[in-house]
């Protein structure tokens, strides 16, 4: 008998081919979605307006536990999500006026960045678990690398592209909180890496102490009369990183501020006009300026050292329009004191976001700062025609592009030395850092808040502001236009507040300071020491990784 071995088998015998499944390393994926969304949008509760720190802390525990052990690309993927959640939520103010695209446009390029760094560390999740798989893996590699390689991610995206962007870092979230002192020794690096470093940390002994319970349950042995050999027992409860992170973040959480000496007391009037200053808030030429000198009207006769205005509260350059000239004139005049205040200038036929020092009854300002931080695609557009090509509607809303100043951000001002930082330089550490070094012994943050109404971008600007005052031991006058406005001590704390949309002043003491924190003299060393020490350390373990495996 021959047997045809080419012919079908019969109906009830043939093999169905198989049809794909939700489990093992396609379901292990999914779960971590909706892990890494949650996490993203957790995170920024942490930040001004609700201002929950530990929520921030939270979230970045829920997006390492969605990267981890997964491959570096999937790690990327979870994180893109993770960061658009995030950013889509904490910078939403962008869209308020100009609408979705340039919001989503910020988001997407904030979130590449963020999508990188979990990428690697995922990869470090992996690493670690395989080279160093014991408890020292778990609860000190991992958190000590994982918030390294997060502090690069935050660092790179600081920078780059167009000057970087660095709102949402995690050590601005903590301006209020219990390891802010911190801040004074390490800055906002410092700061980002051991609240990455806890959160982390949290993830593993949580991880662990889930892992144990399920093994003892499975086990089917009751913890305490568990033999020795037993499962349960090998993976006990991981109470020795508890109680050694425990002790850690206590420790960390004593550290005193690190003051710098007082050298004297001057009395500041910072002036909130609540004038027209939105960009398409409908106004006249001189209406800011005008708002402005109403609200300060109340202060003529009062003994102040200095009167401080936002930026833009002058819309009249005194040095080409002569009504500004003698209008600011005339103010310092009666009030005796000195003024600075923010103003668009036009020196050879380019312009700049300038704040002028005008001395009582002068013609002409004793000092000026044009500001070192112009925000890309609001006060200028990089790559203009590139981006005209894709949304010339809106980069045809920026009609002028301001010029990046040049000249450092002390201002002499009748024997003050008082630093300026105007809106978006607030963000940037090595404009802030600048300014101590240079003999700033005041910081004034002048800003316009006018395009962002009621949103959480004033909040947040106020809680980065009250970070610098910390890292740089200087007391901090943040006054805007339409606010949030605060006077805020160097050790964090707030003298004084006005409303928002609300005209008035504050008129208050502030200190006046000489001397560099560790952190301004650690702000291009300790960055640049932990970017390196954690992709050297993510580069040794991949090595040995691969010497193991050749073996």
Excluded at 9 to 35: F, H, K
Excluded at 58 to 78: M, W
Excluded at 190 to 207: C, D
Excluded at 456 to 482: F, K, M, P
């Amino acid at each position: 008998m021959t047997v045809d071995i080419t012919a079908p088998a019969p109906a009830e015998t043939r093999a169905r081919p198989a049809r794909p499944r939700l489990t093992g390393r396609r379901l292990a994926v999914l779960w971590r979605v909706p892990v890494a969304v949650t996490g993203g949008v957790v995170m920024d509760l942490g930040f001004p307006g609700l201002g929950w720190w530990p929520l921030t802390l939270a979230g970045v525990a829920l997006v390492l536990a969605a990267v981890d052990g997964v491959r570096f690309r999937a790690g990327a993927g979870l994180g893109l999500l993770a960061g658009l959640a995030f950013y889509l939520v904490h910078v939403s103010w962008s869209g308020l006026y100009l609408g979705p695209v340039p919001w989503f446009a910020l988001s997407a390029s904030q979130a590449a960045s963020f999508a990188v760094g979990c990428g690697l560390i995922a990869v470090a999740s992996r690493l670690t678990a395989s080279v160093l798989p014991g408890r020292r893996g778990a609860f000190l590699l991992y958190p000590l690398l994982a918030a390294g390689l997060w502090v690069t991610r935050e660092e790179v995206a600081a920078r780059w592209p167009y000057n970087g962007f660095s709102w949402g870092r995690v050590g601005f979230s903590h301006s209020e909180g219990p390891l802010a002192p911190l801040l004074s020794w390490v800055g906002t690096s410092g700061l980002s890496f051991v609240l990455v470093a806890i959160a982390a940390a949290a993830f593993q002994i949580v991880r662990a102490t889930v892992r144990a319970r399920r093994v003892r349950v499975a086990a089917g042995h009751d913890a305490d009369r568990a033999p020795a050999d037993a499962p349960g027992r090998r993976r006990a409860l991981p109470v020795p990183a508890l109680a050694g992170w425990s002790l850690a973040v206590l420790a960390l959480a004593l550290v005193p501020i690190a003051h710098v000496p007082a050298t004297g007391e001057i009395t500041v009037a910072a002036v909130q006009g609540n004038g027209p200053a939105g960009y398409f808030t409908k106004k006249t030429r001189g209406d800011l300026l005008a708002a402005q000198e109403l609200a300060t009207a109340p202060l003529l006769g009062q003994d102040v050292d200095v009167v401080v205005w936002p930026e833009d509260g002058a819309d009249l350059d005194p040095l080409r329009y002569p009504e500004g000239q003698t209008r600011i004139r005339q103010l310092t005049e009666a009030m005796d004191a000195p003024l600075v205040f923010g103003t668009i200038t036009k020196r050879d036929g380019q312009y700049y976001n300038t704040s002028l020092a005008w001395e009582p009854g002068a013609s002409a300002p004793s000092d000026h700062y044009d500001k070192k931080r112009p925000v890309p695609f609001g006060e200028y557009v990089p790559d203009r025609a590139f981006y005209a090509a894709i949304v010339p509607d809106l980069i045809g809303m920026v009609a002028r592009d301001y010029v990046p100043g040049t000249r450092e951000g002390v201002l002499e001002v009748s024997g003050m030395r008082l630093g300026s930082a105007i809106c978006f330089d607030i963000t940037a550490d090595d404009v802030i850092a600048d300014l101590p070094v240079r003999g700033a012994q005041v910081i004034l943050a002048q800003s316009n808040n006018g395009d962002f109404g009621t949103t959480d971008e004033s909040v947040q600007q106020l809680a980065i502001a009250r970070v610098r005052a910390i890292e740089t031991g200087r007391d901090v006058v943040n006054v805007s236009t339409v606010g949030t406005s605060a006077i805020i001590a160097a050790d964090g704390s707030t003298i004084d507040r006005l409303p928002t949309f609300r005209a008035g002043a504050m008129v208050q003491t502030v200190t006046l300071r000489d001397g560099l924190t560790p952190a301004t003299r650690l702000r291009v060393v300790l960055p640049v020491a932990l970017a390196a020490a954690s992709l050297l350390t993510l580069a040794a373990l991949a090595a040995l990784r691969m010497r193991r495996a050749s073996r």
